[in-house]
């Protein structure tokens, strides 16, 4: 049984503890309360710019990018998303093994290229160690978001998928729900995958006038032909819902690139209020724990001084006997 030197002793090193946890849960709870804002503040504009693209290229049958047509998959690159510093729960390890199986998935599919972009220092660590083809090291962008820097690994990405350099691009991140729910999310980021806001669309609103893949296939078919009514006039297809000014090409090339900015800024914000969240909760669970055990330590501390004056009394009384 410990002495009431070494129970103290250990009551004094978890409030020591404690105190530590709790300052790091109010400075995460702060820090969370303004990644809130910056998200909420993102999310409605970055959310109906893709609606709008995405529905626009859906719907549109002369509206063809190379953005978002697939291709045979040979080399890809993941933009993964962590954090700088530890004591955050699972949220780094989550990520690392995340990213861990989609390069293992792809490798046991022939696609051996596949390129990091890592977003933390946590995951650019492990990256660097397990030997995978980092490219570049952007770990201030976890602790201080940044627009100009994310348009910069838009743009890189935007450009390597335009040349051929890489087939495809996802991002491998936490979106944040609420302060107890972030939910691991693997997102395509190029090509611009229409499918999935046609699905949306559906579910929704069965009104919608979004095409089918297939009907959107026929009419690039079909486009150039020209039908002629009765009286001998031109007559336009009748899936021209879109008034395009000043054209297609201008239209395109400035919601393109805009679109991929939100996405990878939106996932770099979803992610660090996740990160807050996370830490935060953690904190939180630390303190409890810390509360438990210290409760569980005074109650042994008062056990055993207890224990100690019965046996001086014990002493006492039997020395007085004695005598």
């Known amino acids: 049984m410990p002495s009431l030197k070494e129970i103290k002793g250990r009551i004094a090193s978890v409030n020591s503890t404690r105190k530590i946890t709790s300052a790091m849960k109010m400075v995460a709870s702060s820090k969370l309360h303004h990644a809130q804002i910056a998200i909420q503040n993102m999310l409605p504009y970055e959310t ?9 290229l859906a719907a549109e049958a002369e509206a063809q990018t190379i953005y978002d047509q697939p ?5 890809v690159a993941l933009v993964v998303f962590s954090s700088n510093s530890s004591l955050c729960g699972g949220f780094n390890a989550n990520i690392i093994k995340r990213m861990q199986q989609v390069v293992a998935e ?3 599919q022939g696609v051996a290229d596949v390129e990091i972009y890592p977003i933390g220092r946590k995951v650019y660590e492990k990256a660097k160690k397990l030997g995978y083809d980092v490219q570049g090291e952007f770990s201030a962008l976890a602790d201080k978001p940044n627009v100009r820097q994310c348009i910069d690994i838009a743009m890189e990405l935007g450009l390597k998928f335009q040349k051929g350099d890489i087939d495809k691009v996802e991002l491998i991140y ?6 107890g729910s972030q939910v691991l999310t693997r997102k395509t980021f190029l090509p611009i995958d229409i499918e999935e806001e046609l699905e949306r669309d559906h579910e929704r609103d069965l009104t919608s006038i979004a095409a089918t893949k297939e009907s959107q296939e026929y009419l690039k078919r079909n486009r150039k032909k020209t039908k002629v009514n009765a009286a001998g006039e031109e007559v336009p297809p009748l899936n021209d819902n879109f008034i395009v000014e000043p054209d297609m090409d201008t239209v395109l090339s400035q919601l393109l690139p805009k679109l991929a900015h939100l996405m990878l800024y939106t996932a770099l914000l979803d992610s660090v209020a996740s990160e807050h969240a996370a830490r935060m909760v953690a904190m ?16 042994q501390y008062n056990k ?16 007085s006997v004695n005598n």
């Open 48 to 56: 109906m710019l893709e609606h709008i693209l995405k529905s626009f």
């Open 106 to 108: 792809y490798r046991d």
């Open 284 to 299: 939180q669970t630390a303190t409890d724990n810390a509360d438990e055990l210290l409760r569980q330590l005074n109650l």
């Open 71 to 75: 291709r045979p998959v040979h080399r």
């Open 174 to 179: 936490h979106h944040f729900k609420s302060a």
């Open 304 to 319: 055993s001084r207890q224990q100690a004056i019965t046996n001086e009394l014990l002493d006492i009384v039997g020395g």
